[in-house]
């Protein structure tokens, strides 16, 4: 039953603890670096504690100095293995006493006890004392007197024993140095933590339940839920056997190691927890989702400016296939009339003009920078700081490179806008046959009106044809439609080139949409969406190693 | 009437001095510092009585006249400092308003002995007080204040002549220490004709003295004196009462008095608003010392009179309240085994002093209680009176210093900062704590006097512990401190068993009965209060300092941030980078549609001109948003990074960040900065094309042919400003098409004026927008509270003049 237990016990905190990896890999940079150090100091402890004999319970004896410690220890091990005294402080080096002694040593070893001061009572305590095997009691030094300020032993020990049992005393229970580093610190250790109330003798009986009362009052305002305090005198004895019950008590179940662990996770966990996003925060999508994807295209489209692009094509060559598909009357009109920029002696500018609209596409990176910002603060909502961060630095990991690569991608697709289609080319020749036409038959129809109707002599007799009178309205019918068709065809193919500039803005915009889209996609969705599943992964753990 | 009354002292000093001097017929005698200060008692005392059965207005009068005849005539530091010495006698003696009722109400109330001595002598001393301001006047007067002296002494010296005779005999020692006049007093007391006697030796004193200062031998006359003041201040009898009544000349005292209230002021005026390491510390420091200041430096240099006050410090559980129960024989003190016992600070002291104490400043901020209140010991005093303490020994029962309940060691600190001697309970069980010690160090860095109490040693191995003790003190440097070993006994009714303390309390009547001794005590405390000052103002002032400069620097973090944000985007404006996106191509669809050359007109009306000048006005508003648009993103952009800049500069200096924890809405830019970017740039445009409309004198041969559209023209000169770079004009560069057409257009000075003027204003008004941006941050800076930084300067002059006053 027990050992089923402890199994499952260890699992759960073998997976916990793992979590607790996890959480040391990927916190660097998002999570307090002293939290993760200690971390991963938990982390070292817990392995070297749980590959370290599981059959023995490391039992700390801390407490001020003069609290009774030593004698509590002698009391206990039924031998005078610590020295005792009236001197402060009295115990300098740590005493360990073992109960059943094959395995012990690695753990004394790891526990740093010293040879000289470790004491076993495999063969000289065999007396009835067999359920206190697996014991290994230990005396620390003080933790509070003038030595301790420079010597950490008792700190050290009091970090990594199973159970700890804290020696009081009516003079000292209420100190402090015991009560603010430790006990409050240690709130949640309740299940390995023992509260001896040592030097009883020095009370009267009802004194001391009074100060029994207080000091478990005083122990839970401080967060220890069920303190379990235990009297004794380790001068009288009286108390001790109660003591000796509980550590048996402890030993026997042979989980304290394992729930020592486990009150530190827990401590941890909850400090971490601080840091971490709160466990009902606004859970991060996992990646990023089309709306946002698409929010991003459009923000970096229009820092390239598509829509812009796509109508300054439009507009351009609108009024470029002027030049070739329009009536060519109304051109040549237009040149008769006075040029501003002639007069002004800047007529190259003209073809300056032209040459700027040679087509080039380029990102403002500014707008650049802000489309990712706008993205980042958009996923961040609900983030602790540090992933905030994070994600926003993921975002912007390539945004230096970002406007570069924009532009010369985009390029690639850019109309030129200086471009001219054969068919304006066609239709150029057309209107020019038509405007040929009508000024033949212009031609002929002043020859007929000289010769013909005005008789104004004689056509040599090939041409007589071009002289008669009869052919007049039919000159006439056809240089008016000669006009009319250049007319027509004129507005046609202007219908034609603005439906096909339109069509080709769409086109053209569908491309750089299309194009900026996986540009984004790899320099920008994916370092962030890299990034939420590392935030996700953390916060996995987080939950894991809260159990 | 007040200053009368502290004057009449003087004479009265200068009296005493005469007195005795004829009176002992030996010259050295007016020297003696005992003689002066008894005197001076005596005086006071003869004042109130000489006030109140003779006329008051003519004493008043004649101190008046007394009064400026010493300090006009002699100048010499000698006089001048005695009649400082009694003014403060009397002003401490006095409570409130009326100087004689003041002055007798001590006489009746407490002092038999003493009170007695001085009875006997101030009747000689008003008369010589008189005398030596104008001789006849003494002259009268002696024989009044004679006869009022005399009384006084029948009256006292029934009561007091005989106590005093008693104590001087019986404790010889500390009559002959504590002070050497009150022998004279007490014979005098003693002999029936007291008065008579005083009275003659008065009068002739009055004489031989008025002598040399009417020769204006003041000199001489007051050289002694001098040498008697001198000799005060070493000599046994002297300090005693001269620290009792007189702590210091009057001068020193009101310039102590005055530069103790300036450190005060400056102290309390400081405020350390940012969390830098050590802040803490500083913030608890200047409470100590405000607190100090006010419970005992300041009532202290005051009123040196008081009974020395002895807090009674220690671990939880040492036995403080047990020990002075024990001291008091009563249960004044609550005790117990619950840790920690003592949650309000008890004083008990001797029914003689109990006014005092319940009235006094010392203290002063604490309010008394008869007893402990049950909801909460904070700010408050039990005041209680017990027969077995000895008079002028006050003891205060202290809150613990290592507990878990951690305002008790504020109140217990707070005790020992307004302490003129410490007792130092620890037990054997304790002595090695760490705690203790730091409370040991403490007095010793402050100077303290020190008693140390080893309690509840187990009798069995009071010898190894005691011996260990005493090794660690004297490894500490304190191995000469008084110490007093208990043992650990049966506690009864909170009380020890009266056999225990018996040393102690010797040592407590020591103090209580040799003036002395205790007045050393007091003194040497006081002056290691102060000389703590020396150090712990000025580290004060340092950390100030730091604050200040660190302040400079988080203020210069932002300055820079923004700065570079600026110079940003003066490059993009620059650089042409701003011609690109949007910009770029509502500029291609301006020029390339055609629209650039409408914005000409010719000026003669040709045939088909009319028409030509129509503009599409969807593409120039759309160009016009393009340009701001892209100037709104470049500077909200820079403002985003100069906004992240700032924040990670100030995180990465440690201390800031928590002082200002609102950095999470101070990483990026305000709210509302995109909607004012966006007003600013607008602003900007229109400002240009005011610019174009208002300055762009156009070349006159120019002029007379083409016209322009001021709009678009202003849009061209945008383009060409932020668009390509500069707004100088290049001669034939490639990208200088809207250079070479405004250059045509307006002329090459007025373009560059118009170019420079445009830029110089789109940078001070984006430079307006980060000003309110910055105000964010100084709001924030401030909001944690600004470091004046002439405070450091004014902690520095305060301690300064605190030592010269001293």
Redesign the interface.
């Known amino acids: 039953m027990t050992t089923v237990g402890t199994t499952q016990t260890r699992q759960g905190l073998g997976s916990r603890l793992a979590a607790l990896a996890r959480i040391v890999e990927l916190g660097p940079g998002r999570a307090d670096p002293r939290l993760l150090t200690e971390a991963g100091q938990l982390l070292l402890r817990a392995g070297d504690r749980l590959k370290l004999s599981s059959d023995h319970t490391v039992v700390a004896l801390a407490g001020?100095?003069?609290?009774g410690k030593s004698s509590l220890f002698n009391s206990v091990s039924g031998l005078d293995l610590s020295p005792t005294?009236?001197?402060?402080?009295t115990t300098a080096r740590t005493h360990a006493c073992v109960w059943g002694l094959e395995g012990a040593g690695p753990l004394l070893d790891w526990l740093q006890i010293q040879w000289r001061h470790r004491f076993a009572r495999a063969s000289a305590l065999d007396k009835g004392e067999s359920r206190l095997h697996g014991l290994i009691l230990l005396d620390l030094p003080d933790h509070?007197?003038?030595?301790?300020?420079t010597d950490t032993e008792a700190d050290r020990l009091i970090q990594v024993a199973d159970l700890v049992v804290w020696v009081l005393?009516?003079?000292?229970?209420?100190?402090?140095?015991t009560?603010?580093r430790y006990v409050t610190e240690l709130a949640g250790h309740d299940t390995v933590t023992i509260f001896v109330l040592n030097q009883a003798d020095r009370?009267a009986p009802e004194?001391?339940a009074?100060?029994v009362a207080?000091l478990e009052d005083?122990l839970r305002r401080?967060g220890v839920e069920n303190p379990v305090i235990v009297t004794t005198s380790a001068t009288t004895g009286k108390g001790v056997d109660n003591l000796k019950a509980v550590l048996a008590d402890t030993v026997a179940r042979r989980r304290a190691a394992i729930q020592r662990l486990e009150a530190d996770l827990d401590r941890l966990a909850r400090r971490l927890a601080k840091i971490a996003p709160a466990e009902d925060a606004p859970s991060p999508p996992a990646s990023i989702d089309d709306a946002r994807r698409i929010g991003l295209t459009d923000a970096l489209c229009?820092?390239?400016?598509v829509?812009?692009?796509g109508?300054?094509m439009e507009?351009?060559y609108?009024?470029?296939s002027a030049e070739w598909v329009g009536w060519p009357y109304t051109r040549w009109?237009?040149k008769?009339?006075?040029d501003?920029?002639n007069?002004?002696?800047?007529g190259d500018?003209?073809d300056?003009?032209r040459g700027?609209?040679g087509?080039?596409?380029?990102?403002?990176?500014?707008?650049v920078?802000?489309a990712i910002?706008a993205l980042a603060?958009g996923l961040t909502t609900g983030m602790p700081?540090a992933w905030q961060d994070g994600v926003r630095d993921a975002a912007r990991s390539r945004s230096a490179q970002l406007?570069r690569v924009l532009?010369e991608e985009l390029t690639e697709v850019a109309p030129s806008?200086d471009r001219v289609p054969a068919w304006w080319r066609l239709l150029l020749a057309w209107q020019y046959l038509l405007v040929l036409l009508f000024v033949a038959g212009v031609i002929w129809a002043g020859t007929a009106l000289a010769y013909g109707v005005l008789g104004a002599g004689e056509l040599p007799g090939g041409l007589a044809v071009f002289g008669e009178a009869a052919s007049l309205p039919w000159v006439g019918l056809m240089v008016v439609s000669v006009l009319g068709l250049g007319v027509l065809t004129a507005v046609a193919s202007r219908n034609v080139v603005v439906l096909g500039a339109a069509n080709e803005r769409d086109r053209l915009e569908r491309e750089m949409r299309r194009r900026i889209g996986a540009i984004a996609e790899g320099m920008v969705i994916e370092p962030v969406d890299r990034e939420l599943a590392r935030y996700n992964e953390f916060r996995a753990a987080m939950r894991s190693v809260r159990g | 009437m007040k200053s009368a009354a502290n004057r009449p002292t003087r004479p009265g000093e200068d009296d005493p001095r005469l007195g005795e001097a004829s009176g002992d017929a030996s010259p050295d005698h007016p020297e003696s510092p005992g003689e002066q200060t008894v005197a001076f008692r005596a005086i006071r005392d003869d004042d109130v009585v000489s006030f109140r059965t003779d006329d008051a207005s003519a004493v008043g009068a004649e101190h008046g006249d007394e009064n400026s005849a010493p300090d006009a005539g002699d100048g010499d530091p000698g006089d001048e400092t005695a009649p400082a010495d009694d003014a403060t006698g009397t002003s401490s003696g006095e409570g409130d308003d009326g100087p004689a009722g003041d002055e007798v109400s001590p006489v009746a109330s407490a002092r038999d002995a003493e009170d007695g001595s001085e009875d006997a002598a101030p009747a000689p001393e008003t008369a010589d007080g008189s005398g030596d301001g104008t001789p006849e006047e003494a002259a009268d007067a002696d024989p009044g204040s004679a006869d009022d002296a005399g009384d006084d002494d029948e009256d006292t010296g029934e009561d007091a002549g005989e106590d005093i005779g008693e104590d001087a005999e019986g404790e010889a020692a500390a009559a002959d220490s504590g002070r050497p006049a009150t022998d004279a007093h007490d014979a005098e007391a003693g002999d029936s004709e007291a008065g008579d006697a005083e009275a003659a030796a008065a009068g002739s004193a009055e004489d031989g003295e008025a002598d040399p200062a009417e020769d204006g031998g003041g000199e001489d006359g007051n050289g002694p004196a001098e040498d008697g003041e001198d000799e005060a201040g070493t000599g046994d009898a002297a300090p005693g009462d001269r620290v009792r009544e007189t702590p210091m000349p009057e001068e020193v005292s009101a310039a102590l008095t005055g530069a103790l209230a300036a450190l005060r002021d400056s102290v309390a005026d400081l405020a350390f608003g940012l969390d830098l390491p050590g802040a803490e510390e500083a913030r608890r420091v200047q409470a100590e010392i405000l607190a100090q200041l006010d419970d005992y430096v300041i009532p202290r240099v005051h009123m040196s009179t008081a009974p020395a006050l002895i807090v009674v410090a220690g671990?939880?559980?040492?036995g403080k309240s047990t020990l002075l129960n024990t001291l008091a024989n009563a249960k004044v003190s609550a005790t117990?085994?619950?840790?920690?016992t003592t949650a309000t600070p008890v004083l008990a002291c001797h029914p003689d002093d109990y006014e005092w104490f319940a009235k006094g400043d010392l203290l002063g901020s604490l309010k008394r209680k008869k007893a402990p209140s049950h909801t909460s010991g904070l700010g408050e005093l039990v005041l209680v009176a017990t027969e077995r303490l000895p008079q002028s020994v006050a003891l205060l029962d202290t809150p613990d210093i290592?507990?878990?309940?951690?305002e008790h060691?504020e109140i217990a600190r707070r005790m020992l900062d307004a302490a003129d001697l410490w007792i130092f309970v620890t037990?054997?069980?304790?002595?090695?704590?760490?705690?203790a010690?730091r409370l040991l160090r403490l007095a010793k860095e402050r100077g303290a006097r020190l008693a140390i109490v080893l309690s509840?040693v187990?009798p069995r191995?009071r010898e190894?512990?005691t011996k260990?003790f005493v090794r660690m003190l004297t490894e500490y440097g304190l191995g000469e401190v008084d110490r007093f070993v208990i043992n650990e006994s049966k506690v009864t009714d909170g009380m020890l068993p009266d056999d225990e303390v018996t040393e102690l309390r010797l040592w407590l009547a020591e103090l209580s009965v040799d003036d002395q001794r205790r007045t050393q005590a007091v003194q040497a405390t006081l002056a290691g209060a102060l000389d703590s000052f020396r150090t712990r103002v000025p580290a004060l002032a340092r950390h100030l300092e730091a604050q200040v400069a660190f302040r400079a620097e988080l203020r210069g973090d932002v300055d820079a941030a923004y700065g570079r944000a600026l110079a940003e985007i003066d490059e993009?404006t620059r650089n042409g980078?701003?011609l690109?996106?949007?910009?770029?191509?509502?500029?291609?669809?301006f020029?390339?549609?055609?629209d650039?050359?409408r914005t000409?007109?010719?000026r003669?009306p040709?045939?088909?001109?009319g028409k030509?000048s129509q503009q599409?006005p969807e593409?120039m508003g759309?160009l016009k948003a393009?340009i701001r648009?892209?100037l709104e993103?470049?500077v909200?952009?820079?403002a985003?990074?100069a906004a992240e800049e700032t924040v990670t500069r100030w995180l990465n200096r440690p201390g800031a960040g928590e002082a200002l924890t609102p950095a999470?809405t101070l990483g990026?830019p305000s709210d509302e900065f995109l909607r004012r970017a966006g007003r600013v740039v607008s602003a900007w445009q229109d400002h240009v094309v005011e610019l174009i409309r208002t300055e762009g004198v156009t070349k006159r041969a120019?002029a007379r042919?083409?016209s322009f559209d001021v709009e678009s023209l202003a849009l061209i000169f945008a383009v060409g400003l932020l668009g390509y770079g500069t707004a100088e004009v290049e001669v034939a560069g490639?990208n200088a098409?809207p250079q070479?057409?405004l250059h045509?257009?307006l002329g090459a000075e007025s373009l560059r004026s118009i170019g420079a003027k445009a830029r110089s204003d789109l940078r001070a008004r984006i430079g307006m927008l980060f000003d309110d941006e910055t105000a964010r941050y100084v709001q924030a800076l401030d909001g944690a509270g600004i470091p004046d930084e002439s405070a450091a300067t004014r902690l520095y002059q305060a301690t300064y003049n605190l030592e010269v006053a001293r």
């Open positions: 001020g100095t003069g609290s005294g009236v001197r402060r402080p509070d007197s003038i030595r301790a300020i005393d009516p003079q000292k229970y209420a100190d402090a140095s009560h603010r009370l004194e001391l009074e100060c207080d005083l401080e229009d820092a390239v400016g829509p812009a692009v109508e300054a507009n351009v609108g009024v470029r009109a237009a008769l009339r006075p501003p920029l007069s002004l002696r800047l500018l003209r300056e003009i700027l609209t087509g080039s596409v380029s990102a403002q990176p500014a707008e920078d802000n910002q603060d700081e406007p532009s806008l | 671990s939880t559980g040492a117990g085994v619950r840790r920690p290592d507990s878990v309940v951690e060691h037990t054997a069980a304790r002595y090695a704590d760490a705690p010690w509840r187990p191995s190894v512990v260990h993009a980078s701003l690109r996106g949007e910009v770029l191509a509502r500029w291609q669809d020029a390339g549609s055609g650039l050359m000409l007109h010719m003669k040709g045939r088909l001109s030509a599409g593409r759309a393009a648009t892209g993103s470049v909200v952009s820079a985003q990074r999470q990026r120019v042919l083409v490639k098409l070479r057409l045509a257009l």
